[in-house]
């Protein structure tokens, strides 16, 4: 139905950004929590599909592919910053010093708190948690855009949650979480 | 284990994503069944996945669609889309897991007021038919992303009560207490609020008022300070922080405006600037 309407590619191109950015928008925001550095790096990712769209084929899933172009460059960006993986004590010392004021909501204590905790991890980590546990990808839809196996984001994942368990154990009260402790400790306990 | 007495976060982390051989998973549980310490360390981890998942997804700000636009549009200026063929995208896209729609939370603490309350996808915009018709206008000739933003004005605006003044009454020109304001979400940075502000606030000179009464009393309280309207307000954050800012002309003829960001009490959370209009 799409393409009556279509005339012209530039115009199929201008609904895949219509249909994406805030999706994208949302990962790159979340993967770099830095809106300016989530800005340009959304912008070079379209402007890199738009160059590389004759490569698509039309059998893969086009957001699969602007997934992974969105978060590919958002890799880039930070690995070209030289992040380097920094140790547990390092990241607790650094959530403190982070801590927002006093005077702020909760809901957005909670929000920057989770942001800069999440820009301690390694890129590797930060982008599978970004995926899987905050915009609710399933971990082989993540791993499909970040073209590594299912047990390699599992891992990450994995990993991620460790380091930041401990850095953000304090907004465990100030949240609605009691529900998840009980029945998830029983069932990993039962098996 | 650590000191033979507690697993560490990754052993469990890796328990709970099942990556743990049936050996040491099975050993894993008998211990957490005796273990509180390790059970609590274990429902922190599901604490991560909860604290991860609550935070709000927020809509692309208006400044960045349209620099995606320009963007875009140079490169097809310069060759135009290199597709062999227009590919069915809605039949590419039908079972995508990621083709649901990106609202934000009722609770998020980054999505402006307008936003929560629609709960419509995209920027919520609060201003006058007439001034957002001429947005459209203006907005129109950009293309792509912007597209949503002009439509997004109909169905995920808030319609604004009071006098319908003329795009062509510049509250400069009437000085009434009539601004447009607009809640475009975008979070702000210093650098930004320096200039060139158009992109942001859209064409000038906005008109209108607005219906909230608190922000439309700071306003006022600005204007009469500098003595002078505002060529533009935006609700929208500033390093996070829910923010309204304000641009008044310094000198319009060498393209400097003056730039107040302030909170909801109204007090300044950066000191007044000077920046270039566009």
């Given at each position: 139905?799409?393409?009556?309407?279509i005339?012209?590619d530039t115009?199929?191109?201008?609904?895949?950004v219509?249909?994406?950015r805030?999706?994208?928008?949302?990962?790159?925001?979340?993967?770099?929590?830095?809106?300016?550095?989530?800005a340009?790096?959304?912008?070079?990712a379209?402007?890199s599909?738009?160059?590389?769209?004759?490569s698509?084929?039309g059998?893969?899933?086009?957001?699969t592919?602007?997934?992974?172009i969105?978060?590919?460059?958002?890799?880039?960006?930070?690995?070209?910053?030289?992040?380097?993986?920094v140790?547990?004590?390092?990241?607790i010392?650094?959530a403190?010093?982070d801590?927002?004021?006093p005077?702020?909501?909760?809901?957005?204590?909670?929000?920057?708190?989770?942001t800069?905790?999440l820009?301690?991890?390694?890129?590797?980590?930060r982008?599978?948690?970004?995926?899987?546990?905050?915009?609710?990808y399933?971990?082989e839809?993540?791993?499909?855009?970040?073209?590594?196996?299912?047990?390699?984001?599992k891992?990450?994942?994995?990993r991620?949650?460790?380091?930041?368990?401990?850095?953000?154990?304090?907004l465990?009260n100030r949240?609605?979480?009691t529900r998840v402790?009980?029945?998830?400790g029983?069932?990993l306990?039962?098996? | 284990?650590?000191?033979?007495?507690?697993?560490?976060?990754?052993?469990?982390?890796e328990?709970?994503?099942?990556l743990?051989?049936?050996?040491t998973?099975?050993?894993?549980r008998?211990?957490?069944a005796?273990?509180?310490?390790?059970?609590e360390?274990?429902?922190?981890?599901a604490?991560?996945?909860?604290?991860?998942?609550a935070v709000?997804?927020?809509a692309m700000?208006?400044g960045?669609?349209m620099?995606?636009?320009r963007a875009?549009?140079?490169e097809?200026e310069?060759?135009g889309?290199?597709?062999?063929?227009?590919p069915?995208?809605d039949?590419?896209?039908k079972?995508?897991?990621w083709?649901q729609?990106?609202?934000?939370?009722?609770t998020?603490?980054?999505?402006?007021?307008a936003?929560?309350?629609?709960?419509?996808?995209?920027?919520?915009?609060?201003?006058?038919?007439?001034a957002?018709?001429?947005?459209?206008v203006v907005f129109?000739?950009v293309g792509l992303?912007?597209?949503?933003?002009?439509?997004?004005?109909?169905d995920?605006?808030v319609?604004?009560a009071?006098p319908a003044v003329?795009?062509?009454?510049?509250?400069?020109?009437?000085?009434?207490?009539a601004w447009a304001?607009?809640a475009s979400?975008?979070?702000?940075t210093?650098?930004e609020l320096?200039?060139?502000l158009?992109?942001?606030?859209?064409?000038?000179p906005?008109?209108?008022?607005?219906?909230?009464?608190?922000?439309?009393?700071?306003?006022?309280?600005?204007?009469?300070?500098?003595?002078r309207?505002p060529?533009a307000?935006?609700q929208?954050?500033?390093?996070?922080?829910d923010?309204t800012?304000?641009?008044f002309?310094?000198?319009?003829?060498?393209?400097?405006v003056?730039v107040v960001?302030v909170?909801p009490d109204?007090?300044?959370?950066?000191?007044e600037?000077?920046?270039t209009w566009n």
């Amino acid at each position: 139905m799409l393409t009556r309407h279509i005339e012209g590619d530039t115009t199929a191109f201008s609904e895949i950004v219509k249909r994406h950015r805030d999706r994208m928008w949302a990962v790159a925001l979340r993967t770099l929590g830095d809106p300016d550095e989530a800005a340009d790096a959304v912008q070079d990712a379209f402007v890199s599909a738009y160059r590389k769209a004759e490569s698509f084929r039309g059998d893969a899933a086009v957001t699969t592919w602007l997934h992974r172009i969105v978060v590919n460059a958002c890799l880039d960006r930070m690995r070209r910053k030289s992040v380097r993986p920094v140790a547990d004590d390092e990241l607790i010392e650094a959530a403190e010093r982070d801590m927002p004021l006093p005077d702020q909501t909760a809901e957005r204590e909670v929000s920057l708190e989770v942001t800069a905790a999440l820009k301690l991890l390694p890129a590797d980590q930060r982008a599978a948690l970004v995926l899987v546990d905050m915009m609710g990808y399933s971990v082989e839809d993540a791993a499909a855009v970040l073209d590594v196996p299912a047990g390699t984001v599992k891992s990450r994942c994995a990993r991620g949650r460790a380091k930041l368990a401990p850095i953000l154990s304090h907004l465990r009260n100030r949240t609605d979480l009691t529900r998840v402790s009980s029945p998830k400790g029983a069932q990993l306990r039962d098996g | 284990m650590t000191g033979d007495t507690h697993y560490d976060l990754e052993i469990l982390a890796e328990l709970a994503e099942g990556l743990l051989d049936d050996a040491t998973a099975l050993e894993v549980r008998s211990h957490l069944a005796i273990c509180d310490a390790c059970g609590e360390s274990l429902a922190g981890l599901a604490a991560v996945r909860e604290l991860l998942s609550a935070v709000p997804v927020t809509a692309m700000p208006l400044g960045v669609a349209m620099r995606i636009d320009r963007a875009l549009e140079s490169e097809a200026e310069r060759g135009g889309l290199r597709l062999v063929e227009t590919p069915d995208w809605d039949e590419i896209m039908k079972d995508s897991p990621w083709e649901q729609p990106v609202e934000p939370a009722p609770t998020a603490p980054v999505v402006p007021l307008a936003a929560r309350r629609k709960k419509t996808r995209g920027r919520a915009w609060a201003m006058p038919v007439a001034a957002a018709a001429a947005a459209a206008v203006v907005f129109g000739g950009v293309g792509l992303a912007t597209q949503i933003v002009a439509s997004g004005s109909g169905d995920g605006g808030v319609t604004v009560a009071g006098p319908a003044v003329s795009p062509e009454k510049s509250p400069l020109k009437t000085a009434e207490s009539a601004w447009a304001v607009r809640a475009s979400g975008h979070n702000y940075t210093s650098r930004e609020l320096n200039g060139p502000l158009l992109g942001y606030f859209g064409p000038e000179p906005g008109t209108g008022t607005n219906t909230d009464a608190q922000t439309d009393k700071c306003v006022a309280h600005k204007a009469n300070e500098l003595d002078r309207q505002p060529i533009a307000v935006d609700q929208a954050f500033y390093n996070g922080q829910d923010a309204t800012i304000m641009a008044f002309w310094e000198d319009k003829t060498i393209n400097a405006v003056r730039v107040v960001v302030v909170g909801p009490d109204c007090h300044n959370l950066r000191p007044e600037g000077l920046a270039t209009w566009n």
